[in-house]
């Protein structure tokens, strides 16, 4: 609870520092060359947010994934060499990034950021943050308005439907 708290705190002093500039969703995701999806820490929503990866496949997006270590090899074959996995020893002691999985996410470039994540988790929202994007997409939780452009909300607790509803919102832009 403590670690969370202090987590919580250095992640809002590094953030305010950056202005969120005034952006226009139209169309926007749709000219969107390249997308860096977060993939759910969730097991269940891992398998059901895969749907997903096939529709950015037919649809010609450069796609790098953010996912633990150990489910690179559940990855579709098309994306297994555009993964950024981290392993334990890139998770700090406050569950945030460690220094050299914050630099390599610093080093991405895309026109779109995805996270996945249903579960209010400050390490996938932060690592969201830490990459150079405009637009960050993410799911409606607590203090999602700090890390976020774009929010998602369904509190829908079935995950194959949740995801189906998500692309969906995805296609409006």
Request: glycine share 2%.
């Amino acid at each position: 609870m403590v670690k969370e708290q202090i987590a919580s705190y250095i992640v809002k002093r590094k953030l305010k520092k950056k202005l969120n500039p005034e952006i226009s969703f139209n169309r926007l995701f749709r000219n969107a060359v390249s997308i860096l999806i977060i993939m759910p820490g969730n097991e269940s929503d891992f398998y059901s947010s895969k749907k997903l990866l096939k529709i950015f496949d037919e649809y010609n997006k450069d796609v790098i994934l953010l996912t633990h270590d150990f489910r690179v090899s559940l990855l579709p074959i098309q994306f297994k060499s555009h993964v950024i996995d981290y392993g334990l020893s890139d998770i700090s002691r406050l569950q945030l990034p460690s220094r050299s999985l914050t630099e390599k996410l610093k080093q991405v470039k895309v026109n779109v950021v995805i996270d996945m994540n249903r579960d209010d988790n400050i390490f996938y929202s932060y690592s969201a943050n830490l990459v150079n994007s405009p637009l960050r997409i993410g799911v409606k939780k607590k203090n999602s308005d700090l890390y976020y452009n774009l929010q998602f909300v369904d509190y829908i607790d079935n995950s194959e439907i949740f995801y189906e509803n998500f692309l969906h919102f995805l296609q409006m832009f």
